[in-house]
């Protein structure tokens, strides 16, 4: 990879132009002040002869019947922090959110949080039970599954803790570091209403416990509320089965709410009349404050955004000019109805394009492009979402929350961009 | 894989039915007739004792940085017909679609077509040209490219061969192999008119070729009309950057097209005043009649759909009782309206559901659920799409097209369901 600031003329987007077709007759060309540096070269070897690659017949179909991407591209990748947990066993990674566009994560790089490991379950051995305060108490088959009516939705799944080192202040270098705790999945399943419905839910059942088949039996309590409105028991994502490190073959899909109660490896829902206050609502994805006391049942993603580039991960490689700033928004409320990018620190603020699907709890791609003169920046975006509300500043929640707590910091993120095109973490005041 | 027709209580949906907590005390879930045979089992080992892989911690987090599919997954893959060309170097392999849900095909198995292998292209030497009939000929490094504003688009890329096969009466088994050569995908890219803006086409420049880096130097002619409305240069798929059978690093999206003029690996746009009729636009990619005269330019692909599960490669593994059929539907003038499904060869129709997002130009997902008597079946699916066209017989086509040509084969697909829940293609008077 071109290290920023190279401007030369190496094909990695240096501004040297050259006249097409013998000359200065396109000196034209160089004129378009402001607009993008495309080279006209003469007489370019790469057209007017056969290009190195196009000599001999590459690999044909079948060469890999499950593809992979470029060897170009093998620095796309999930990646952890070594110092952040003990063992990878119960450890996280994050998605590479600055090289990517769109919406659409794709499978083989959305992060990991395991609490104990992936489980190996087979297809046939699958179970899933629902017991508790139900007039049925069933056990469900994969192939059963498959038989009630599914649906297809896009959703965001965003760990509670992505972002949770920035309470304390600008701690990792890398969108993929401070905010790649997240990915966006088509999903196909069987909404929970149905299977909930089926099995007969009593009246006193007003939660219900989701609980995972691997080492750690991950469980988290549900209200009934939000396991009838949007739930879904899913075995898709992206078209295809979901991935071992996903829950294969079934997860719990809470669209919006924090990524732990997402179970994988989805083995047990059991009906109740209260919440069971087990490990991972109390002493984990609870929100520490100041003053000692912990808020509990944060589920909600609330609003927020990130610049995916520029970001020190993806500086500006081409220097002054037109340039394009792109980022992520999703709220766990709904869609997001307006992004706004700031280039100097808060202070002026711009609207953002949102490109591609606008859908409910799901990522939104935005852009917001401008003539960058060369001089420093403090870029920042700013995500509102369907319900009118506004993500804040670092300084705004750690004025209520302290900074105690690793959850649910939706603050303003703010890059700094250094004339030479790299970028970094930064605080602003 | 256990074969169709197993009805045994083995976990792959049999219909076997035992009380839950000791006995008949659960009969009535037996009594659920014509709903899923969701089984009570007591005491369940897999739920009261620790399940075989929750004993151990599995793989943690890095196992794989770019993860795959789970092994229990392996048959999920691209595959070709080895007797269809000669040499793998142009040849096709085809989308597992039989295995798929929802509407985003993952990148790894979007089937492929190369006319002469996959060109190994590296980012920092990719070229754009664009010349001809243009105030401004030039040239764009990919950094170039990403100096233009963006947009993300959901489209499906179907062959023009797709199905071609069945012109001449149920030649191949699968779904598969007669409608695999599709995939849908979000690509994120430039907006051609972007580039043809910024070069400055002239009066007279009414058409473009469209030109591959690979060995066969790939060419299409396209009216600029198409061009300026809704064709992309496309650098990202799914999020990702293009995968290398896909045209890494940049492709042409052509949306609802054929997939030829898709063109990959794409180095240069010619602008000019009158189509070039290279080879794979006059002896390939024209619709050979029974008069021995072709239709050329026939870019657009038809509305189409196809049940995907149950058929061929799909079967029916649970028996009797709530069944589900799922497919697909397309078309490259717009949305699909309706979809229906017919149960007896299309003698009655019944409306299928459609669920996922309906976009331009893109796959849409179908459902119909039924409870299946076990009797054969003829089903098949029928697509209307936003102009009202709606999908014809494959006899309505050979009426008017003959059946010479390989090429637009739309029609109604019949799957015949065995008893057994075995499924094979067929055709109906």
Redesign the interface.
Known sequence: M?KPGDKAG????GTSRRG??GGAG?A??GL?AG???????SP?P??TEV????????????????????P??AH?????VEWLTA???????FTPIH????????????F???H????????????L?INGLV??????????L?????????YFLECAANTGMEWRGAQLNGAQFTHGMIHN????GVPLRTLLE?AGVQPNGTWLLAEG???S?MSRSIPMEKALDDCMVAF?M????L???QG??VRLVVPGWEGNMWVK?L??IEVGDAPWHHREETSKYTDLLADGRARRFTWEMHAKSVITSPSPQAPI??GR????I?GLAWSGVGTIDRVDVSLDGGRNWHHA?I???S?DKSLH?F?Y?FDWDGSPLLIQSRAMDSAGYVQPTKDALREFRGTASIYHMNGIQTWQVHSSGEVENVEVA
């Not at 590459?58 to 499950?66: E, H, I, R, T």
């Not at 990517?100 to 994560?105: N, S």
């Not at 104990?116 to 179970?127: L, N, T």
């Not at 007039?135 to 059963?144: G, P, S």
């Open positions: 071109t190496d094909g990695t987007g097409f077709l396109l034209g060309a378009i607009m993008v540096p495309a080279r006209a070269a370019d790469m057209i290009q190195p690659w196009a000599q001999f017949l590459g690999p044909g179909v079948d060469d890999a019947p499950y593809g992979k991407p470029s170009h591209e796309v990748i999930r990646r952890n063992d990878t066993a119960s450890s996280v990674n090289e990517l566009d769109g919406i659409i994560t794709p499978n083989g790089i959305c990991e949080r395991h104990a490991g992936v489980a190996d379950i087979a297809p046939q051995d699958y179970r039970m007039d049925r108490e069933m056990v469900f088959t994969l192939q059963d498959l038989r009630f009516p599914r649906e297809n939705r896009i999945c088509m999903y196909t089926h088949a691997d080492a039996a898709r992206n078209g295809e089965a991935r071992p490190e294969y073959p490896w083995r047990r490689y081409h000019g037109p340039t394009v792109t394009r490109d591609g699907p859908l791609r852009y492009e």
